[in-house]
């Protein structure tokens, strides 16, 4: 394989693990056991090995009908995960009632974006690799498998030490993803159009960048803090499990 395949595969990776990283967020956050979390990890792991085995047997004109439906599914995705983000959210803040067993799925279970997603990875890996289609599923499979359950018990642990693990910062994780599923059809196709215009050249002053970096990230950790202000003084709701075994 050559170098610039070697990149792209690693790219391509690096994507399988950042869907890893959704899935973890909302299973760290929701309130499940360890086993619980071990069995939606399998799942990722099964469905990996299923598509990459797919991947020799579906016909190319199949596979561009199932990219075109993408963008549709994706804004069936965002619109609900930004509903049932505010139901989260403020049926714990007002009522005390938890529905995160419930809506953290919209988060955390295969949803036809992961899963055309997936089906891609294992698609470009079988073009790029002289690997076999069935290995190629493995190894997604075991990034996700393992990426899940690091990310849910890493997040699970900080959010419990945070005392921030509760329905409402999944309310709020979830309602922040799908705004960002929202806004990617619109960004993306323009960043891509934008990149084809010629502009100016213009020197970027880095120092000053870092420091506008600073100064945000500066604000969002006083408004977190002073959230979690706010709720230390008006606790409520039912204690819940951290990721028992």
Request: contains cysteine; hydrophobic residues 55%; aromatic residues 12%.
């Amino acid at each position: 394989m050559t170098e610039p395949n070697i990149f792209i595969a690693l790219g391509v990776l690096s994507g399988v693990a950042i869907l890893a990283l959704k899935t973890g967020l909302g299973c760290g956050f929701a309130n499940l056991k360890r086993k619980e979390v071990v069995y939606i990890a399998f799942i990722y792991f099964g469905a990996s090995i299923i598509l990459s085995y797919l991947v020799g047997i579906i016909a190319p004109d199949i596979t561009q009908n199932i990219i075109a439906t993408g963008v549709t599914m994706h804004l069936i995705i965002a619109t609900g995960l930004v509903y049932f983000g505010i139901k989260t959210k403020r049926e714990w803040l007002s009522r005390a009632n938890d529905l995160s067993r419930k809506t953290f799925l919209w988060l955390s279970i295969p949803c036809p974006v992961c899963l055309t997603a997936t089906f891609l990875a294992c698609l470009m890996l079988s073009q790029l690799t002289s690997i076999n289609n069935l290995w190629i599923g493995v190894i997604v499979g075991a990034i996700f498998f393992f990426g899940v359950c690091i990310f849910a018990f890493t997040v699970s642990s900080v959010a419990g030490v945070l005392r921030i693990k509760n329905p409402s910062t999944l309310g709020s994780v979830m309602i922040l993803f799908g705004l960002f599923y929202l806004l990617s059809p619109l960004i993306i196709p323009a960043y891509i159009q934008a990149k084809s215009i010629p502009y100016p050249e213009f020197s970027i002053d880095y120092p000053m960048l870092f420091l506008s970096f600073i100064l945000m990230a500066s604000l969002i950790g006083v408004g977190f803090l002073i959230d979690r202000h706010k709720r230390m003084k008006n606790k409520g709701g039912k204690k819940w499990t951290h990721l028992l075994a």
